[in-house]
């Protein structure tokens, strides 16, 4: 019973550079998520989604893209990385939005040097 | 717009103490109300929620929370804390509307607990 997987754990990235975070999962839910955690800041809504080919800007979404073509997939893309992006980065999903309890990742800690 | 403030950012209580982690949130229309604990090097759990009913909320892991509305609070308690409680506790608001699908989380409370 995996619930959701993020791919890689950890990353290391040149400015500039783009890369790919990875989400999936098994549990058959419509609603996915994407948050960054600072220290002391909490959770950012970066995007979200509904529902395969339906995608909507969070609090936080300048400098990334997401693309939902399948329910199990959310990936979360940055283009041009900047240091700003460093965080600790968290996919979440859940069956009916927000009163469902959110089902999270263990979390991809990306470093911007 | 809903905010939430966590009132405490670190909160150091004794094995076997109660303790109370403080929520503030705001709000201009109705919300619905959680508590999500983070344990070292993994995701958030929820640990309960208030949609509506009781304003007393019980969870899991021998958490509660009472909903205030006239002082716009949600805190959290447990009566005897218990090692494996030490986590980062966050307190999280959503407003009630149809198409609301954002969960607004607030900065977070460290609870150590000391043997």
């Known amino acids: 019973n995996a619930g959701v997987t993020q791919t890689p754990k950890f990353r290391i990235l040149k400015i500039g550079q783009s890369m790919t975070l990875q989400c999936t999962q098994d549990?058959?839910?419509?609603?996915m998520y994407w948050y960054r955690q600072d220290p002391g800041m909490g959770l950012k809504l970066i995007y979200y989604s509904v529902g395969a080919g339906i995608t909507d800007k969070g609090e936080v979404p300048n400098g990334y893209n997401v693309s939902r073509s399948t329910t199990e997939d959310f990936p979360l893309r940055l283009e041009l990385a900047a240091p700003s992006q460093t965080s600790v980065y968290f996919c979440?999903?859940?069956?009916?939005?927000?009163?469902?309890?959110?089902?999270f990742g263990n979390g991809t800690r990306l470093t911007v040097t | 717009a809903q905010s939430v403030t966590q009132l405490d950012s670190q909160v150091p209580v004794f094995e076997e103490a109660p303790v109370e982690l403080r929520c503030n949130y705001s709000?201009?229309?109705?919300?619905?109300l959680f508590w999500y604990v983070q344990y070292p090097n993994q995701g958030l759990q929820l640990l309960l929620k208030y949609l509506s009913g009781s304003t007393l909320v019980k969870g899991i892991n021998g958490f509660e929370a009472e909903f205030n509305k006239s002082q716009t609070s949600f805190h959290l308690r447990k009566p005897s804390v218990h090692i494996s409680d030490t986590a980062e506790y966050f307190c999280a608001v959503s407003a009630t509307g149809a198409g609301s699908y954002q969960l607004t989380f607030g900065k977070g409370t460290k609870l150590s607990v000391i043997p």
């Open positions: 979440a999903s859940s069956s009916r939005d927000r009163l469902n309890p959110l089902h």
């Open positions: 549990m058959n839910h419509n609603y």
């Open positions: 709000s201009s229309v109705s919300v619905y």
